[in-house]
C-alpha cells in the first residue's frame, strides 16, 4: 500500500507545484481524500480518478482557459477530520470543491461548503442524509442507494408479481432495501416489510420458511458478498431455488471463491462497471489499467466521475464564480462514466443515475439491466438444483 500512496503523493505535487499550477490564475479544486488510516486501500482509487481527470483537463489545455490545480489533503480516514480539511481548503483558496469517500465525511464536508458557500460535487456520498436538509450548494455525482430500487423495475420487466426483500442490518443496506420497498408498493408488486438480517447471519432457513409461505417469485437482498454466499448454501441445502434472485453482493469478484460454480446466474448490483458502455469509460478504463495494472473499482469511477461534472459545469457556468456554478450545476445533464448526471435542483441529490445489475454467466458478470447498458440478455429463471449444469 505505501508504495501506490509514494507514487500518488509524489504526482500529486507534481500537479501543483507545475508552471501552469504556479501561475496566478490557476483554478483550484479542492478534496480530502483518506491516504492513511482503515478507509486508504477502498478510497485510493478515489484519488486515482481524480488525478486522471485532473491531468486530462491540463492535458487538453486546461479549464476556461486555465490550468487546474488539484489540491488534495488527508483526512486520515476519520470523518470527524472532514470539516476542517474543506475549512483548510476553502481558506487555502479553493475554488470548487469536490466531497470526499463516504456519506459521514461528505456530510461534514457539506456544512463547511454552505458556510462558505463555495460549491462542493459529491462524488461518493451515497446517503440521503447528505441531501435531506436541501443544501444549496451540494450536488450529487455518486449514485445514491436509493437508485438500487432499479432491480424492482427489473423484476418487474421478468414478470415478477410477488417479491421477499431482505436488508443486512447496517444503513446502507436498509436504505436500499427501503427504496425498493417503497418502489414495489407503486409497481404494484407484493413484498410487505422489509426483512432485516444480521451481519453474523448463516443460515437464512427462516427467510426461506417466510418466501415460501407468502408464494414470492423474487428474492431481493440487499447486504454484503459473504450474506449473498450464505444464501447460496441455505438455498443449496433446503432445495429451494426462487425463480428470480437477486443479492447485491452477488456482483463482487468474491463471491466466485465462497460459492464456485454454485454462484452461476445469481443477479448482483455495482455502482460501476469497467465494461459499461457508458461515454467515455472505455478510454477511461483503458488509461486506469495502463497507469495502475488494475481493472479501476467503483471508486475511481466515482472520482473521475464527479471531476467530469464539475468540469462540465465551469463550461456551462463560464465562471468558477460560486452563485453562478451552481446555477450551471443544478441545471445540468451531462453523461459520465457512471451514467447519467441529473439532479434535483431542489436538493443536490441525484436523480438520473443508477447502479448497474448483473449476472453471473460462465464465471464472469455480465451487465443485464439497465436494457441500455446491457451486455447479455438475463437468463430467468433462477435454476432448480436438481437442473443445474456444472462445468468439468
Known sequence: ???????????????????????????????AVSFTGAHAELAGPYARGLQQWAEEVNASGGILGRKLELRLVDDASEARRSGAAYRQLIEEGAQALIGPFGSAATLLAAAEAETAQRVLVNGAGWSRAVHNRSPRFVFQSAVPYSAYDNVLHFAKAAGVSRAIILARDDPAAVEMADAAAATAARLGIEAGDVQVFSASTTDFGPFVAAARAAHAQAWIAFGEVPDAAEMV????????????????GSAEPGIKDLLGQDAELSLGAARYHPRAPTPGNDRFAKEYRARWGAEPPSAAAEGYAAGTVLAAALKEAGTADPSKLREALSRLRTATVLGEFRVDPATGAQLATEPVVTQMRQGRTQIVWPVALREQAPRFPYPQWSEREYLK
Not at 500512496?5 to 490557476?26: D, E, H, K, N
Not at 443449496?236 to 428470480?244: G, T, V, W
Open 1 to 31: 500500500m505505501t508504495s501506490w500512496i509514494t507514487r500518488l503523493a509524489a504526482a500529486l505535487f507534481a500537479l501543483a507545484a507545475g508552471p501552469a499550477a504556479a501561475q496566478p490564475s490557476a483554478l483550484v479544486v479542492g478534496a
Open 233 to 248: 448454501k441455505t438455498f443449496k441445502r433446503l432445495d429451494y431455488a426462487p425463480a428470480f434472485f437477486y443479492a447485491r
